[in-house]
């Protein structure tokens, strides 16, 4: 009975906060089976953290102390990192708040392992020591890779394109926390509180500031996109930007490529209006039904993007909405 309530106090809390930033979003913009691909990950990188602390130590040479304040943490969130990365590189975060709830979902794996390591490691520890290691190790570890995320994501909306670098500031500031909250600066029991004191304060405001920038998105980007698709339809745009732009290089291009770029227009601008669709649907509580045809055009897009080519998708480029949010956007067809 001990043993289970150990669990519970150790394991619990930091699936109860996850499960909480999820209520909060209200557009939903991360589906069950991606939070827990990143509870995975995070998993995962906690097995790996395991290894190279068992192996790293004794090479060093270090007593537990010392590597436990300088070394564990940048070991640790370097692997926790990892994932962050790649969620940025394959365009999966659309905002500050689903890249702090990703953040918090790996952090999450991580703890619910390495809890249950010191749980069969440390069977006759003090009750007291489950509430520390549930409420401020665990959420330590989500807080420390949620804003590694958000500082990260912020860091990337002023780019076109996410770069390796854009992650080193985030990644920083999570090994100070970590690393300050093992020298133990404090009481135990003090910075267990602080932590759950401020991180939930902190992620509120993220979100609130997140929803406001959705909202902003969703109103400026669907005038857009609705605009780009009447013009298509009606067959006027050679008198648009895209519609001129076209004609200064039709000359390097086939008539059948430009008519494969104008049929990628129309349907980029048909999913990106979708896409922002589902999001307003959800916002307003609803969740839509699958569409059966998203397959088929997400594969006529495939195929006009083969047919047009590399130097055809970079002459359209201007036109085509390939920013991280853009891309993002279609994610979120391909989940729904």
Not at 293 to 311: A, N, P, Q
Not at 319 to 333: A, I, P
Request: charged share 15%; proline share 4%.
């Amino acid at each position: 009975m001990t043993a289970v309530l150990a669990i519970a106090v150790s394991v619990l809390p930091v699936f109860l906060f996850l499960g909480a930033l999820v209520l909060l979003d209200s557009y939903k913009l991360v589906s069950l089976r991606a939070i827990l691909l990143s509870v995975a990950a995070g998993m995962a990188a906690g097995l790996a953290a395991w290894a190279a602390n068992v192996w790293l130590r004794p090479a060093l040479g270090l007593d537990w102390d010392g590597y436990s304040r300088y070394v564990a943490p940048v070991v640790e969130e370097s692997l926790k990192a990892a994932f962050v990365v790649w969620l940025l590189r394959r365009n999966r975060l659309g905002f500050v708040v689903d890249a702090a709830i990703h953040g918090f979902g790996i952090g999450t794996g991580f703890a619910f392992l390495e809890n249950l390591y010191y749980l069969q490691a440390n069977p006759g520890a003090a009750f007291w020591t489950w509430i520390v290691r549930g409420l401020g190790t665990a959420i330590m570890h989500g807080g420390a890779t949620s804003i590694l995320a958000m500082v990260a994501k912020s860091l990337q909306g002023r780019t076109d394109a996410f770069r390796l670098r854009l992650a080193l500031p985030g990644l920083v500031v999570a090994v100070v926390l970590h690393s300050l909250y093992n020298h133990f600066l404090i009481e135990p029991l003090l910075a267990t509180a602080l932590i759950v004191l401020v991180f939930p304060a902190l992620s509120v405001a993220v979100f609130q500031q997140s929803e406001r920038d959705t909202r902003a998105w969703l109103g400026t980007g669907f005038d857009t996109d609705q605009e780009l698709l009447r013009v298509v339809h009606a067959g006027q745009v050679s008198g648009t930007p895209a519609g001129r732009y076209l004609r200064t290089v039709r000359s390097r291009f086939s008539a059948e490529v430009i008519v494969d770029m104008m049929c990628l227009l129309r349907l980029r601008a048909e999913l990106a209006i979708k896409a922002k669709g589902v999001l307003m649907m959800r916002e307003a509580g609803f969740e839509p039904a699958p569409d059966p045809t998203l397959k088929e055009r997400f594969g006529e897009m495939r195929y006009l993007e083969k047919s047009i080519g590399k130097t055809g998708l970079l002459a359209l480029d201007p036109f085509l909405h390939t920013g991280t949010r853009d891309l993002w956007q279609l994610n979120v067809l391909n989940e729904t």
